[in-house]
Structures are given as structure tokens and as C-alpha cells.
């Protein structure tokens, strides 16, 4: 029996590549450069040129682009660069409010194919959890009200 392979479209493909990554990314650090919570955390503030490249690298080959961003960086080891940042529920929580923000507005803007900000938000939220590095409480411990 042969080797089974999936020819589905990566979503980075399906939402049209490069462009798209750019501007989530963009929407994203326009929340994150007037997020008093998030901003003091990134050393090259104001500047987050360097901080919107590395995160688009980063999205675009996670969701099946090209692999820049380890051909620059390496492997991503996310909780081994962001373990100097104090990252705990606040900062968790502003973080997936200014991406959240940013993906609905991207794919209402772009046309994002149905379930595009549904698939990114299911990596996003558990993502956003496994970077914290303090003893707070988790994401699934503040149930659905909050």
C-alpha cells in the first residue's frame, strides 16, 4: 500500500500567499504600538519593523509558505525567545485581543476564504497560552464568561 499524502492547499495558499500574512501582521503591531500592556515589552519600541518581520516569517512558513524565517532564524524555539518577557495572563490576554482584532479585520478585508479566522484563532489561543512563563491562571481555567 502506497504512502498517503495530502494534496490540500496549505492556508497560506488558500488566503493568497504573502500579502495576506503582511497585513495581519501589520493590523496586528498597529493595536500592539498603542497596547500600553504589550508595547513595554518589545526592546526596539517604538520601532517594531524588526518584530513585524520576524512574526511574518514566521505565520507564513507556519501555514505552509516559505521557510525564510528558519533559514534566518533557525527553529523558532518560541518559549526560549519570548522567556525573558514577562508573559502572563494580561499580557496573554492583550495579545489575543490585538490578534484577534487583526484577523477579523484581515479577513473581512481580503475576503479570506469561509473558516479562515476560525483555523488561524485555534492556533492562535493555545499558542498565546503555551508562552506564558508565570504561574497565573490557564486560558481553560476562566471559562466561557471571560
Known amino acids: 500500500m502506497g504512502a498517503v499524502h495530502d494534496t490540500a492547499p496549505t ?39 524588526g518584530a513585524r518581520r520576524r512574526l511574518t516569517l514566521f505565520l507564513a512558513q507556519y501555514w505552509g509558505g516559505p521557510p525564510t524565517y528558519m533559514e534566518e532564524r533557525g527553529h523558532p524555539r518560541l518559549r526560549m525567545r519570548h522567556f525573558p518577557f514577562h508573559v502572563g495572563p494580561r499580557e496573554r490576554d492583550r495579545w489575543l485581543v490585538n490578534m484577534a482584532a487583526a484577523v477579523e479585520a484581515v479577513c473581512v478585508e481580503r475576503s479570506a476564504p469561509e473558516g479562515t479566522a476560525a483555523e488561524l484563532m485555534a492556533y ?6 503555551h508562552l506564558r512563563n508565570d504561574s497565573g491562571p490557564s486560558i481553560s481555567s476562566r471559562g466561557t464568561g471571560g
Open 11 to 49: 492556508l497560506f495558499f488558500r488566503v493568497g500567499g504573502m500579502p495576506f500574512f503582511e497585513a495581519l501582521v501589520d493590523a496586528f503591531y498597529d493595536g500592539v504600538a498603542t497596547d500600553e500592556v504589550l508595547l513595554p515589552l518589545y526592546p526596539e519600541q517604538p520601532d517594531l519593523t
Open 124 to 129: 492562535f489561543a493555545p499558542a498565546a497560552e
